[in-house]
Every structure is written in C-alpha cells, then in structure tokens.
C-alpha cells in the first residue's frame, strides 16, 4: 500500500514560516490534501488537492506538491496554528483506497 | 450548515460487536460519498473505508484491518450512514469519524465529532 513520510514534529516561531512535508513515491502524480486537528478536535480540511484552500481557510495556508514531496506552508505563523496536520491521497479507481501520514506536531515557540 | 453527527459508540468485549450511525444534515445526502475515519488513543488517523453514492454505484471500499468484519451501509431516506463491526478486538479501540467525499479530488471536506468505541475485557 501505498505510505506517506511525514516529520513527526516542526517548530516555529511565532510570524515566521512554517513548511510541513509529506513524502511518497511519485506523490507529486497524485492529488495530495492536508487536515488541520486541534486537541479533543475533529480534523478541518485546510488544502484539498495540493493548492485549492475551502472557504473559511485563511490565504496563510497554501500547499504545493512536486516529484517525491507535497509541502503544506504556513505564513505568518499564530498561536493558534499549533496542531496536528496529516497529509492524504486516495484513489477512486480499480484499487481504490485513502491513506494517512502518520501526523506532524507543528509547536509554536 | 453540514452538520455529522456520530452516536453508538460504547464499551465492549473483544468478539463482541456495536453499530456506529452518522446523521447528516445541511446537504444533499443522496449524492454525498461517506466514510468512516478512526484515531486510535494518542495516534494518527486511520481510513476505514467508504460508500460511494448511489449514483456513482452505490459501492462499498474497506481497509484490509476491517475487511469482513465491518459493513457499511446508508439510508438515503434518513440521511443517516452505519456501520456494523462485529468480531471487535482491542486495536479496533478509537475514536470514529465520519465524513464525506471521495478522499481523492476534494479530500474528506466534512467530519462529525466522532464517537468512542472501546474494546476491552
């Protein structure tokens, strides 16, 4: 099946730029999107298919994805950014699945 | 507004079995792709599969971990999506999303809150 890499842990401080990365063969062929989960929260979509963020999402999110790495990028970083981000992909096709990175713990300074 | 709301989560023994359901509401249902997410405690999240709408096949997709032990299934007239575990063991232990889309053009865009199963003696 199919794996996604991702750092278990990125820091930053507090206005600068954060970059979280997701690994995979070729990942840059696929669609990638990226979930945002709070503590005791349910995960927010933040980027759906590698740039396009959903209404609500500040323009501070942005996302981009290339040959073996997708990258979510965080501008202008706030308290209350710190979280959980999961990378993901999936196929509808004759194989059909959704997989998960295994999660970055991004910690504001 | 979408709203997803989880319920039937509880504690039960390994071998035992629960229904999960998912009310929807603030969308068109009918056309929606389901599925169910879970995080075991302290970990990342975990697909477990998907109902694809009616109109796209009304078919079903599962992880291999759950593969013929869970079932999913939807009432369309409801707007409701279950799922059937049974066989439950101890690494089924999680908090259990659901949430709609395909997981592959648009992501998984909505979650519910979830709702806890565990499976201990």
């Known amino acids: 099946s199919y794996v996604l890499t991702q750092p278990p842990s990125v820091s930053v401080a507090p206005g600068r730029t954060a970059r979280i990365t997701c690994g995979g063969i070729n990942i840059g062929s696929k669609g990638v999107h990226w979930y945002q989960q709070k503590p005791d929260q349910a995960p927010v979509l933040v980027i759906y298919?590698?740039?396009d963020r959903p209404s609500g999402i500040p323009e501070r999110f942005s996302g981009s994805n290339s040959g073996n790495t997708a990258t979510l990028t965080i501008s202008r970083v706030e308290a209350g950014d710190e979280a959980d981000y999961y990378c993901q992909v999936g196929d509808t096709g004759s194989d059909p699945y959704v997989v998960f990175g295994g999660g970055t713990k991004l910690t504001v300074l | 507004e979408v709203q997803l709301v989880e319920s039937g989560g509880g504690l039960v023994k390994p071998g035992g079995s629960l229904r999960l359901s998912c009310a929807a509401s603030g969308f068109s249902f009918t056309y929606a792709w389901m599925n169910w997410v879970r995080q075991a405690p302290g970990k990342g999240l975990e697909w477990v599969g998907r109902f694809t709408s009616k109109s796209d096949g009304g078919t079903t997709d599962y992880a291999a971990p759950v593969k013929g032990r869970f079932t999913f299934s939807r009432d369309d007239s409801k707007n409701t999506f279950y799922v059937q575990m049974n066989s439950l063991k101890s690494e089924d232990t999680a908090v259990y999303y659901c949430a709609t889309g395909d997981g592959a053009t648009v992501g998984l865009d909505y979650w519910g809150q979830g709702t806890l199963v565990t499976v201990s003696p």
């Open positions: 298919y590698d740039t």
